[in-house]
């Protein structure tokens, strides 16, 4: 009897322990909670002056168009902060056009992309740049070389902007 008697006691021992420690639990987990709440506060206000940056950086739409006589080009991408990805389509009037995809990115006032395009069943790839100047891009012109995969710009400064085409914003669809 002594020793079940002292097992029993000892269990109450163990429950008494079990108890102490779930409340000290309690009280630590209530403590890292209110401390959890207070940071997230501090990392919600944080965050919020977070996307008040990145406001530059959302992701957008854009379209474009360039008309002249019967001739057009449609040029839409999305923009991601600098990066941008979409398509390039030439409607000519009395020649074959062309329709592919574009892949760039902006340097400032400057838009590079990389125009991969089939026209007349062939496959090319070709480098084109446009000038923001307001909400208008301008296309610009200069020589190019025909590299390994693709067309490149021989001299990227003597690209020429003054005589390019005006593409003007368009409502994306």
């Known amino acids: 009897m002594f020793i079940l008697s002292r097992i029993y006691m000892g269990s109450i021992m163990i429950k ?14 209530l403590f890292a909670l209110t401390s959890c709440n207070t940071n997230s506060n ?9 996307d008040s940056i ?5 992701i957008s739409q854009h379209c474009y168009l360039y008309t002249h006589e019967k001739d057009s080009i449609k040029l839409n991408f999305t923009r991601n902060g600098n990066m941008i990805e979409g398509t390039l389509h030439f409607k000519n009037y009395q020649i074959d056009g062309s329709s592919g995809t574009i892949d760039g990115k902006f340097y400032g006032d400057t838009l590079w992309v990389v125009y991969d395009f089939f026209s007349e069943g062939m496959h090319s790839i070709k480098d084109e740049v ?17 590299m390994v995969e693709k067309h490149q710009y021989n001299d990227k400064a ?3 902007f003054k005589n390019g085409q005006s593409f003007l914003p368009l ?3």
């Open 16 to 29: 008494l322990k079990l108890q102490s420690l779930k409340s000290r639990s309690l009280v630590l987990m």
């Open 42 to 50: 501090k990392s919600n206000h944080q965050d919020s002056s977070k």
């Open 54 to 58: 990145f406001k530059n950086d959302q």
């Open 130 to 146: 446009f000038l923001q100047k307001g909400d208008t891009l301008i296309r610009g012109f200069g020589e190019y070389e025909q």
């Open 158 to 160: 003597s690209i020429n």
């Open 171 to 173: 409502s994306c669809l």
